[in-house]
Structure formats: structure tokens, C-alpha cells
């Protein structure tokens, strides 16, 4: 498959057909996903629809947009009105949305063609992709492994040749992550960036959508589509896109990075802290300025997200109740009865379980003791990273995740584990920080060699800044014949 920005500057220049494109993207669909399991639906008809709508518009001067013929795959918790937007669960598995979601418009109008839906775990509340109705969905780069989550199925799409880029939606690293697992470039922007309109809320507070590609520019180009103002979203922030695609290759002059105490958690697999060392060495070369910084509440994120993330779940989930629409459960004796059996019915065991925990850490008696204490140690966390940007730092440099990809079935049982898998990625979300990650390297695991991801954070709303910073590990990484 194509890079995206070179599949639309073929479409535009009429070297190929966006309809050549798509049937080449669906036609590697076919063949790849029966391996990987990334889509929950593919749409042959509607893609192949889109793209002659692109090329006829091109054929009657109209001008190309910036993602011309490119196809994209999109994760099922945003809403396409084509199709079905199911979340991977029971309860909305026949659910059609009357509406599109902003990105998907966004998208749409730059010139993308939707060629599907990909995997999920439910309601996006996983860190593997296994929590799905579709079954899990397997790493590319080893079929046996997890590819993340709970954007795997994106990653899985892009690291399989499906589509060269995908959206995501991340919440404490489900961006992230699965970049990290899949060896790609994935994109959390700054909280506000990105329209949540027509995204399926987990917690409200901490959600975002952003792309998942092959390599930097790709990712940037994307991005720009993405970002803007949206009436229909009252946190979405009313500033001029970054326009980081345009910048990308335009090194940070005087660069300082902060690289945490944290990072080196004795808990990290040694692949993970020989590519950060390796990155670190890199941008030394680069004529970057590498200095240690301190996150002391960055130990607590994990605690504090796994209570404000569930208690806003909590509450956004209740209105999946099965009377206006979704899953209704038969058989039931009274109303309370029929609420009661369609959610239980309706939403699986991780669901259920952070349900309840988030109901526990809101209901009286204990909404001080846990969520606002939690909201404290989020303020906290933030102000640890401000202190860093006010010390002169551009971004933040730290793993993605303490290991590579695990295996199929390895952590599902072990909710801690899996839980622990977030652990550099969640307090960006709670301190509504833009961040990637982007492939540093490597890791031996049982003679598997698999991607490592390093992430850097970037101070609010400068996406274009922190593009710019990836791209100058990229690109030394692709002069040394490492990418």
C-alpha cells in the first residue's frame, strides 16, 4: 500500500483513479483481515461509491482535496451513518447512527474514502483488543500477540498494508499503545484539538480521536484534516489548525528535551530501555539538549485515571438502558427488570466492571475520599509537566509502554497487569497534553523481535512543534537505514 500523501497527490495529479485505489485497498482487505481480524466491517459498495464521487469531481475541475482517493479506516466507536457503530459490544451491535461523526465528515471532505470499521475493545475500555464481540484482533508483526488497545484494530489495518492511514480515539493511551505494539506513528492531539462530536463518550474528559500511520508525515497530514473548531462540540478550541504537514521537516533549532526520572522503571523490558537510550543518543546527535526532569505524580496517574476514567463511564453509559435504542433483553417482568437484564446482557465483564466501579467512587459517602482526590492528583499531574515546559523543556521523552506486544490471552485475566500496560500513557490524557509515539526500535521476546515505541509529549496545542520533533527521529532513523 501507498503512502497516503503520495496515493493523493497521484489521485489529484490523475495518475491513478481513487476508484484503482480502493479496489486495491479492498481487495488486501480481503485477503489480510481473515489473519488479523481489524475490521468489523468492510463497505465494498459505499468505498468504491466514495471514491468515484472523488475522481468525478476531478473530473469536472473541481479541486482535489489534501486526502484525495486515500482510503481510511475508522474505529467503531464513531459514528459513520452508513454502516453500523457498534463499540465491539452486545448492546449496540445492530445500532445504525442517523449521523456522521465530525472526523469521518472531516475526512470525507479532504477526499478520504471510508472502507471500514475495525476493532475495538468495548466502548473502547481495554488495553488489547481482546474485550470485543468480533474476538480479539491479532498483531500484524506476530500473530500470537495482542496489537493493543483499544485502537488495535486501526493499528492492526495500517501495519497490515490495508490502509495507509486510520483514526483512533484514545482515552489513556489507546492511541498510543497499539502505535507502540504495531511499530507505527500514533497521534493523541491536545485535548479540545479534535472534534468528539459523534465519538461514542467513555469518559468525557479524556477523550480524543487522532491517526494512526506508517510514518510521520502521513500522520501530520491527517492531523491537519482532523483539527478545527466544531459548534457541535463545546470543548473543541477555536484556533488556526497546525498545519504540521507543511512544517514537517523543519528541525527545532535549540531543542531540550526532558527525559523523567520515571522512564527508567526497573519494571521496563530491556528493549524498551535500550530504544529510549538509543533515542536519547539520537537527538544528542541531533544537537538536542537532553536534561532529567521529574514527574513525582506520575507514580499516582494510573490510580487517579482508573477512578475519574470509570466515574465518567459511569455516567456516560447510562443511557444505553435498551429503551430507546440498542439491545433490549426479552422475558423481562417489569421495567426495572428489563433495565436490569439488557445491560447485563448487553455489556461485557470489563464493562460491567468499570461500571460499578465508577457508580462505587461517585455514590455518597465515598465521592470524596476517591473522586475528588482523584481530581486533585490530575491537577497535580499537570502541574508537573507545566513545570517542565516552564523550565525551558519543548516536550517530554519517555517509553509508550514498559514492554512489547504480550501474547493473545496473557494479561485478560489479570486486570492489574493489564491495567500497568498504561502506565506512561494515562497522565497525558489526564493532563490533556498532545503526544505520539513513534517506533524506536526494538525488542527480543521468545525469539520474536518486536517493535518498541518511545512517546513524546508536547506542551498544549503546539501539534505542529511536536510533529516536527518525531520527524527528526524519523528521519535520522531512516539515514541510518533503521526504518
Partial sequence: MRSARDIARGVAAREFSAESVTREALAVIDRENPRVNAFTQVFHDFALAQARRVDADLASGKPAGPLAGVPV???????????????????????????????ARMVMGAGAVIVGKTNLDEYAMGSSTENSIFGP????RDITRVPGGSSGGSAAAVAAGMVPVAIGSDTGGSIRQPAAFCGLVGVKPTYGRVSRFGLVAYASSL???????????DAALVLDVLCGKDEHDATS???PTPASHNTLDEPVSNLVLGVPTQAWSTANHAGVTASLKSAIDTYKQLGAKVVDIDLPLSDYAV??????????ASSNLARFDGVRYGRRAEGAKDLTDMLCKSRREG???EVRKRIMLGTHVLSSG???AYYTTALKVRRRVKDDFDAAFRAGCHAVLMPT????????????GDALAMYMEDVYTVGINLAGLPALSIPAGSASVGGATLPVGVQIVGQPFEEGELMRIARMLERAGQSAGMA
Fill in 303 to 312: 490510580a487517579a485515571y482508573y477512578i475519574v476514567a470509570p466515574a465518567e
Fill in 366 to 368: 465515598y465521592y470524596d
Fill in 401 to 412: 509502554t514498559p514492554g512489547p506486544a504480550f501474547a493473545i490471552g496473557e494479561k485478560i
Fill in 137 to 140: 484482533t491479532r498483531n500484524p
Fill in 237 to 239: 478550541v477555536d484556533l
Fill in 73 to 103: 479506516a475508522l474505529k467503531d466507536n464513531i459514528c459513520l451513518s452508513h454502516g453500523r457503530t457498534t463499540c465491539a459490544s452486545r448492546l449496540l451491535e445492530n445500532y445504525h447512527s442517523p449521523f456522521d461523526a465530525t472526523a
Fill in 347 to 349: 455489556f461485557g465483564p
Fill in 207 to 217: 477523550d480524543q480521536i487522532g491517526p494512526l500511520a506508517r510514518d510521520c508525515a
